[in-house]
């Protein structure tokens, strides 16, 4: 069965921050593939991110890094020097081999308060 | 600019009224798909479509009805069947592979009175 868990629901930094938001994946699939995407106050999700399974490389963009972790099956994403901008609902996500469906998490409603 | 369209931005149905959400793209993706998401959820599928003409049940299609005639456009129906409507509705598009990322609409918050 495929499942993402993002287990923090919510979470309140002030700004300048680092602040990680934590996503468990669950998966039989050999080949798969993890995503984030942030969900603004407008509702429109906007992509971030998206690693395969055989890739276990960090990725830093700016502010945003990515570690994915197979042993543990992990993919938490750290906000580095948050904004008040970064306020929004993460989600983690999940695709694999047995095609075209993507498994989300619940979300994670980031408070950035300045 | 290629993306993703969705409209009305808001609707308001009264019960027992059949409504149509339309969804339209234009970067010529062969994947659409339609999500629900309730307040402080996260998003649940309802339906999609890998290719023309074709499409699936997802996890909760019971009262929505939806249809693929043309590559760019993917409207679901909410029907009178669907108990508790009022939601947030969501569309998407893959290039096809679930090695695709996956995009999505501005969405259309749709009120039941």
């Known amino acids: 069965a495929q499942k993402v868990t993002q287990a923090q629901t919510e979470i309140s930094v002030v700004e300048k921050e680092d602040v990680t938001l934590d996503c468990v994946y669950e998966?039989?699939?050999?080949?798969?593939?993890l995503f984030w995407y942030k969900q603004p106050p407008s509702g429109e999700l906007v992509f971030l991110i998206r690693?395969?399974?055989?890739?276990?490389q960090n990725e830093i963009s700016g502010r945003y890094s990515w570690n994915f972790q197979k042993s543990t099956s992990s993919f938490n994403f750290t906000i580095t020097a948050s904004q008040v901008v970064d306020s929004a609902v993460y989600f983690c996500a999940l695709s694999g081999d047995n095609f075209n469906k993507f498994y989300f998490g619940s979300g994670t409603k980031l408070n950035v308060k300045p | 600019d290629g993306g993703i369209t969705q409209s009305p931005k808001y609707l308001f149905r009264k019960e027992g009224q059949n409504v149509t959400l339309s969804c339209e793209q234009n970067?010529?993706?062969?994947?659409m798909y339609w999500y629900r998401q309730d307040p402080g959820q996260g998003l649940r599928l309802i339906y999609y479509?890998?290719?023309?003409?074709?499409?699936q049940k997802g996890d909760i299609a019971e009262g929505y009805s939806v249809s693929r005639e043309k590559k760019e456009s993917f409207p679901l129906t909410v029907t009178s069947a669907q108990k508790n409507p009022t939601a947030f509705y969501l569309c998407?598009?893959?290039?096809?592979?679930?090695?695709?990322?996956?995009?999505f609409g501005p969405g259309t918050r749709l009120t039941v009175l």
């Open positions: 690693r395969n399974s055989f890739d276990e």
């Open positions: 479509s890998q290719i023309v003409n074709d499409f």
């Open positions: 970067l010529n993706h062969d994947a």
């Open positions: 998966t039989r699939d050999t080949t798969y593939y």
């Open positions: 998407a598009s893959t290039s096809g592979g679930y090695t695709d990322t996956q995009y």
